[in-house]
């Protein structure tokens, strides 16, 4: 599989720290409705948080971190008892609520009441190994195309809110993420986001073993694990790679490092321009700086979702920002070599790839530095991606390479 070669002090790195950042995660419930291969949560019914241990974990975000947004997850939030309390609740807050589900659970009665209760955005997570059932068993990435476009849809009838996507990445799927990237830019004017997560799991051919407390730890007990020998290590420029294959002018403009390695690219992240017909070019690092830095000066937070309103205006954005950066004057140009081009309304879209742990092979393990997906856990800010470890071993597991 091969990598594309990135310099990561061509990008900007995003400034978000552990309290200052532009996500925070929040999980009231950890029962699901489906059975994603790879989830990093498990399954519990009957796990509802009430309303007041929900509110008081919004608390401790505000206590400790500045943040745009609050990720509502799960589990699948939607199947939480109080849901639309909980995005008015985040929204009288002043911070922007977006629920990240599988969408398995919404209609259009719950999207307006969601809506008429202040939710920013959804994050729908669409992949082919979810266990989906009736229509969508067994299909591929591509036909799942027509799911997508079925939530997206739903968003832009009700007007103005986000709407995102996420797959995982796996050996056998990553083929598919061109495919993806392309129809999100036929589909430019109701989709805002993209987000392509690699695959991580324990596995039996992994030369560590595992310790919690100082005590020798079972990776079979580990809930994240597969009996089988998998490709866990696909990094963000494997998935970058692939999609130049396609696109070759695809370019990222920021990043997230690692904690154990700095020129890592825990998060990547490509703001590209354009309108339905043609992507006019990809924008750069410092339009991606002016970007946070201006937010920030303005709003006292990093940026995170932009609504379709902030997105619909990439010819203004072009106008009045192409001194600044390199990618916004090639963009401009391109809008501008087609007078039918400049009257038409061009749409910005974010394409990012998420890289999760990364295991040394001294053990040490590199997780996102300035992670935005941090949730609570007894009080304290912990990795939502490895909240099942402090929950099942009291302690985040250390990996020591076996002798």
Known sequence: MDAAKVDHNELYRLPWTLPDNAISWLEPTAQCNLACDGCYRDNEKDSHKTFEEVKHDLDIFQKYRKTDCISIAGGDPLLYPNIIELVAEIK???????????GFALT???????????????????????????????KNEIELNELRYQYASMLAEVGNISCSFNSTVYEDTIEYVPDL?????????IVQTMVFIAFRHVVP??????YANGDKVDWQTIMYHSESERKIDILSTHVL??????????????YLNGTEKADSFKWMLSQRVGSKEKIYGYLGAKFMELIMAGHHFLNGTYLSYASPAT????????????????????ALGRMLANPLRFLRRAHMQTILFIQPVDFMQDGRQSMCDGCPDMTVYNNELV??????EPKQFGTFLRSVPKN
């Open 181 to 189: 990237v392309e129809w999100a830019a036929k589909n430019i004017d």
């Open 92 to 102: 009288f807050r002043r911070i922007k609520p977006i629920i990240n589900t599988n």
């Open 311 to 330: 997105t619909r205006m990439g010819r203004t954005s072009l106008l009045t920002l192409w001194p600044f950066d390199k990618g916004v004057r090639k």
């Open 241 to 254: 790679a692939e999609v130049k294959k396609r696109f070759p002018e695809f370019t990222p403009a920021a």
């Open 383 to 388: 990795w939502s991606c490895r909240m099942e």
């Open 205 to 210: 051919q992994m030369p560590y073993d595992w």
């Open 108 to 138: 259009m009665d719950l999207l307006r009441e969601l809506k008429e209760a202040g939710v920013y955005g959804f994050t729908f997570h669409v992949d082919s190994k979810q266990g989906r059932t009736s229509e969508w068993k067994g």
